[in-house]
T-cell receptor, first 113, second 115 residues
Framework: GNSVTQMEGPVTLSEEAFLTINCTYT??????LFWYVQYPGEGLQLLLK?????DKGSNKGFEATYRKETTSFHLEKGSVQVSDSAVYFC????????????FGSGTQLTVLP | GAGVSQSPSNKVTEKGKDVELRCDPI?????LYWYRQSLGQGLEFLIY????????KSGLPSDRFSAERTGGSVSTLTIQRTQQEDSAVYLC?????????????FGEGSRLTVL
């Protein structure tokens, strides 16, 4: 079945540091890949997505590239801010009749001023 | 409101009692999902509704869990004879039909604590 493995947290960085959160997946077919973010006290929201191999999703300075050869979708940001402190979830869409997202366990990011 | 609304936001119950959790999706969204988020765990898929089709119940952990969606809109997740391991945050999400596009909109969740 489908699965997503995320880098374990928590991750603590200083402001303006470089961020990488690793995500690898196992899936049949050609899933779409996503990063969702959950800010404190809020619901999950879509951060970025990529729907086919070699696509790069980007939003709010975050980027992730769909790498089929390594089955990865690592999240990166060149310079994090305190406001980026949140929990980040990698996810993939099912194919065929499995119309749901499979999520990783989440990575807690704390950015210190 | 414009977003997915869930109630109650917090529920504390005693072991063995039944609970109902409500989700009001975004107007016009045909797909509705329930997920469970346990402490330190990822999101666990529970059930999926799409329009008038039969729901995908493949994620329900036991027959104590059930859900319905009335009139293609509001959904209720019911947990019967609650157990301590049912303690979690229950998340509802809605979307337009094609989930491959990843546009799931989540509510803030209902935190269930079973004593």
């Amino acid at each position: 079945g489908n699965s997503v493995t995320q880098m374990e947290g928590p991750v603590t960085l200083s402001e303006e540091a470089f961020l990488t959160i690793n995500c690898t997946y196992t899936a049949t077919g050609y899933p779409s890949l996503f990063w969702y973010v959950q800010y404190p006290g809020e619901g999950l929201q879509l951060l970025l997505k990529a729907t086919k191999a070699d696509d790069k999703g980007s939003n709010k300075g975050f980027e992730a590239t769909y790498r089929k050869e390594t089955t990865s979708f690592h999240l990166e940001k060149g310079s994090v801010q305190v406001s980026d402190s949140a929990v980040y979830f990698c996810a993939l869409s099912g194919s065929g009749s499995a119309r749901q997202l499979t999520f990783g366990s989440g990575t807690q990011l704390t950015v210190l001023p | 409101g414009a977003g997915v609304s869930q109630s109650p936001s917090n529920k504390v119950t005693e072991k063995g009692k039944d609970v109902e959790l409500r989700c009001d999706p975004i107007s016009g969204h045909t797909a509705l999902y329930w997920y469970r988020q346990s402490l330190g765990q990822g999101l666990e898929f529970l059930i999926y509704f799409q329009g008038n089709s039969a729901p995908d119940k493949s994620g329900l952990p036991s027959d104590r869990f059930s859900a319905e969606r009335t009139g293609g809109s509001v959904s209720t997740l019911t947990i019967q004879r609650t157990q301590q391991e049912d303690s979690a945050v229950y998340l509802c999400a809605s979307s337009f039909a094609r989930v491959e596009l990843g546009e799931l909109f989540f509510g803030e969740g209902s935190r269930l604590t079973v004593l």
